[in-house]
T-cell receptor, first 113, second 111 residues
Framework: GAGVSQSPSNKVTEKGKDVELRCDPI?????LYWYRQSLGQGLEFLIY????????KSGLPSDRFSAERTGGSVSTLTIQRTQQEDSAVYLC???????????FGEGSRLTVL | SQQGEEDPQALSIQEGENATMNCSYK?????LQWYRQNSGRGLVHLIL?????REKHSGRLRVTLDTSKKSSSLLITASRAADTASYFC???????????FGKGTRLSVIA
């Protein structure tokens, strides 16, 4: 597709379960970002992939969170043993190296009961 | 940690009025960007201003940057009801670092 695609758009899970969120960036974009947005709040940086460089994981809130990017394209954010405070919208964005502009997906809304 | 902070947190104006939102940041930057977010949607890039630029225009948008005060403003002229959204500033500190977003300003334009 032409834009950043995220799935699922909505996920309801029980506390303690694992979830996987997927991001399909714009073709050719070398950089991929994950952010988290709680209700009515700003964006909290989670992790950043740039080309073949080691990802910047400095924003991951705990070791329950991990992400990978396969083949420099699709990325999966995994949250293990989900907690209620993990409930938020998880936003993925991609960009071309050097342009600065981020293109965002519509987000995955996670609700942990 | 939050690099940029927008002010005000919320703004309500009448259609046709101008809306001004401000952003302050803490460290030196490469560029500053403004994004818009409609309720329940992803963010959309509006404008990017580099650290060596002072003012930039795009349609009804005007962005200024004052690096000595570490602040930026976004002016939307002749506002429309469709401008109702949250507006975020984001700063890039270095060439290979992620954008850091503020908490946003919620703008309501009343028809």
């Amino acid at each position: 597709g032409a834009g950043v695609s995220q799935s699922p758009s909505n996920k309801v899970t029980e506390k303690g379960k694992d979830v996987e969120l997927r991001c399909d960036p714009i073709s050719g974009h070398t950089a991929l970002y994950w952010y988290r947005q709680s209700l009515g709040q700003g964006l909290e940086f989670l992790i950043y992939f740039q080309g073949n460089s080691a990802p910047d994981k400095s924003g991951l809130p705990s070791d329950r969170f991990s992400a990978e990017r396969t083949g420099g394209s699709v990325s999966t954010l995994t949250i293990q043993r989900t907690q209620q405070e993990d409930s938020a919208v998880y936003l993925c964005a991609s960009s071309q190296l050097g342009t600065g502009e981020l293109f965002f997906g519509e987000g995955s809304r996670l609700t942990v009961l | 940690s939050q690099q940029g902070e927008e002010d005000p947190q919320a703004l309500s104006i009448q259609e046709g009025e101008n809306a001004t939102m401000n952003c302050s940041y803490k460290t030196s930057i490469n560029n500053l960007q403004w994004y818009r977010q409609n309720s329940g949607r992803g963010l959309v890039h509006l404008i990017l201003i580099r650290s060596n630029e002072r003012e930039k225009h795009s349609g009804r948008l005007r962005v200024t940057l004052d690096t000595s005060k570490k602040s930026s403003s976004l002016l939307i002229t002749a506002s429309r009801a469709a401008d109702t959204a949250s507006y975020f500033c984001a700063t890039e500190v270095g060439g290979n670092t992620p954008l850091v977003f503020g908490k946003g300003t919620r703008l309501s334009v009343i028809a």
